[in-house]
């Protein structure tokens, strides 16, 4: 029995299993995830998300998420394993909520935080449903410390956020909050894009942003290839724009992200000075 858990835990696609005892908090949301993976003790895990498995959507290491059983999402595989506690989103469809309800399962529907103190929010209640309020305060603390710490007095420095391809993070959103406060002017949010959407390059080429943070691209897929136009577009046109690396594990979620993030954009900040 012992070795055949060892196989699953080990295997990447690997879904979550009925515990005999039941019990355990179960997360559908990888933002979840990242939250709950330092809130509470792995034993009390009974799965996370299999959105955290992938290097596109996780916010947490994978060599992390592979620690711990994964679940799809389905009413059947969830309410199978007993637990104590699940965490969903609030876009959770009707017949899984009702499924849930039916079946007693206690349930914390978190919705979207789009701004630091939305995410804190939501620290907070998810760190009280799972009776770990003082790791949540402390989060919370961790939060506090890097925005303090990315505060700068300098000009805000015109930068572009790309989250993948040719989208990129304008305004409204919490990176968009995030970069401002680091010391930064979001440039999507000047060219006039709200939320993350498709920005042309040839606004990027026209009116560059002295930053550009780009996620880990690499190989021939789309983003790796935009990134290329870009880079031969702006290079063409005489433009001086400051690459840096800001990892795709940093714009998904907020949570204790936004520590990382924070201090991610800090460094960068201090790399282009004035």
Not at 79 to 103: G, M, N, Q
Not at 195 to 202: D, N, Q, V
């Amino acid at each position: 029995m012992r070795g055949a858990a060892f196989l699953c835990l080990a295997a990447a696609g690997c879904a979550a299993q009925p515990s005999p005892r039941g019990g355990g908090i179960v997360s559908l949301n990888p933002c979840a995830d990242a939250m709950l993976v330092e809130l509470v003790p792995p034993e009390r895990i009974a799965a996370i998300s299999h959105y955290s498995r992938d290097p596109g959507a996780t916010s947490i290491p994978l060599e992390l998420a592979r620690k711990f059983h994964v679940n799809n999402g389905t009413a059947e595989e969830i309410i199978a394993l007993r637990p104590d506690l699940v965490i969903a989103d609030s876009f959770t469809s009707p017949s899984t909520r009702e499924a849930f309800a039916r079946s007693g399962v206690k349930t914390l529907y978190l919705g979207w935080a789009s701004t630091i103190e939305q995410s804190k929010a939501q620290v907070r209640e998810l760190a009280a449903a799972a009776d770990a309020v003082p790791a949540g305060e402390a989060m919370v603390s961790r939060i506090d410390a890097a925005v303090t710490a990315a505060k700068t007095d300098r000009p805000p420095v015109p930068a572009l956020l790309w989250i993948g391809g040719n989208t990129a993070n304008g305004a409204g959103t919490l990176l968009d909050e995030m970069m401002v406060k680091a010391g930064f002017s979001d440039h999507a949010a000047h060219y006039g894009l709200q939320g993350t959407g498709y920005l042309p390059i040839e606004h990027v080429v026209v009116d560059p942003p002295r930053v550009m943070l780009v996620p880990d691209q690499a190989g021939r897929d789309a983003s790796s290839r935009a990134a290329q136009m870009r880079g031969w577009a702006l290079t063409r046109a005489g433009a001086r724009v400051h690459q840096a690396h800001f990892p795709r594990s940093l714009v998904n979620c907020g949570g204790p992200v936004i520590a990382k993030a924070m201090t991610r954009l800090a460094e960068v900040r201090r790399e282009v000075g004035k």
